[in-house]
């Protein structure tokens, strides 16, 4: 029995070996670039994506001096001259055109001619002729497929209509002969007005 242990213990490693060397190509090696991540979190110096200390923000983190110009004040007058005046209207109106021959009187300076005479104008054509809407009068009954609509006019001359339903609503005159029902439950009906 004190044979078989080291025998099966040489085979167990033997299978272990094995193990080994394909279980990085499996699972990966857990150990692979740690040193990397050590370097690059923990110290300053191996860490290539570091800041540079050439800025004066950099020196003042790092604890070095920093050599700072005092603010000056510009020399001189910073600010913009003055806008050249415009001319007003009245000075446009005055002044010769920049482009006019002296030898030529301006308009003002002219003699003044006889204004020319007026152009006839034609009559207005007729405007054409709408056919008056229908009376509407409170009580006027109006053919629809739920009954008769009984139609109001408000104080406003707001039309509204009652079915013998009940259900109510606004009556709007087309002035084509059509009236339009519009419930209150957003039925739309159009209808023939009375004649």
Do not use: H
Request: aromatic residues 2%; glycine residues 8%.
């Amino acid at each position: 029995m004190r044979l078989l242990a080291p025998l099966g213990l040489l085979v167990l490693l033997t299978a272990c070996e094995s193990v080994i060397e394909t279980a990085p190509t499996l699972i990966g090696n857990p150990a692979d670039g740690w040193l990397d991540y050590i370097g690059n979190t923990i110290t300053f110096r191996s860490n290539p994506n570091r800041p540079q200390p050439e800025s004066d923000n950099i020196r003042r983190v790092m604890g070095q001096p920093v050599d700072i110009e005092p603010l000056t004040s510009e020399t001189g007058n910073i600010w913009p001259a003055l806008p050249k005046r415009e001319p007003t209207a009245v000075e446009l109106e005055k002044a010769p055109p920049a482009n006019a021959d002296p030898a030529v009187k301006p308009a003002a300076m002219a003699p003044t001619a006889q204004p020319a005479a007026p152009m006839p104008v034609a009559a207005p054509a007729p405007a054409p002729t709408i056919p008056p809407a229908t009376a509407i009068t409170n009580g006027s009954a109006l053919p629809t497929p739920s009954g008769n609509a009984i139609l109001t006019s408000g104080a406003n001359g707001v039309l509204t209509y009652t079915l013998p339903s009940g259900a109510t609503g606004r009556a709007i005159n087309n002035g084509n002969g059509t009236i339009t029902l519009i419930g209150a439950d957003g039925q739309v009906m159009s209808v023939p007005a009375p004649k």
